[in-house]
Nanobody
Framework: QVQLVESGGGLVQAGGSLRLSCAASGLTTFSQYTMGWFRQAPGKEREFVAAISWVGATTYYADSVKGRFTISRDNAKNTVYLQMNSLKPEDTAVYHC??????????????????WGQGTQVTVSS
């Protein structure tokens, strides 16, 4: 049974930082999975934030977070991270991690991911 468990969310003031973690279990070979972070604010659709591919750990970012967020992975720990700096109130959302095996195209498309975590709330106050 595949499980993705996010942690690290919380309440932070604008300009602050948070580090999200997503621990995966039940995946056959974690290093073969592209891992993504998506977020969903109340009343809005789920949107792509960042992803790290299974090939060469190539990273991808939404324009809205580029230069502020950094995605990374530790294959030995089956964990993916999202370091979020210079947070803004508009970053407030539930953040979900997602996984898909050997995903190489459409990385920003949530429909391409097979596995999802329950999410962790990030609230940025102004």
């Amino acid at each position: 049974q595949v499980q993705l468990v996010e942690s690290g969310g919380g309440l932070v003031q604008a300009g602050g930082s948070l580090r999200l973690s997503c621990a995966a279990s039940g995946l056959t070979t974690f290093s073969q999975y592209t891992m993504g972070w998506f977020r969903q604010a109340p009343g809005k659709e789920r949107e792509f934030v960042a992803a790290i591919s299974w090939v060469g750990a190539t990273t991808y970012y939404a324009d809205s977070v580029k230069g502020r967020f950094t995605i990374s992975r530790d294959n030995a720990k089956n964990t993916v991270y999202l370091q979020m700096n210079s947070l803004k109130p508009e970053d407030t959302a539930v953040y979900h991690c997602a996984a898909d095996r050997l995903l190489g195209i459409g990385i920003s498309d949530p429909s391409r991911y097979d596995y999802w975590g329950q999410g962790t709330q990030v609230t940025v106050s102004s």
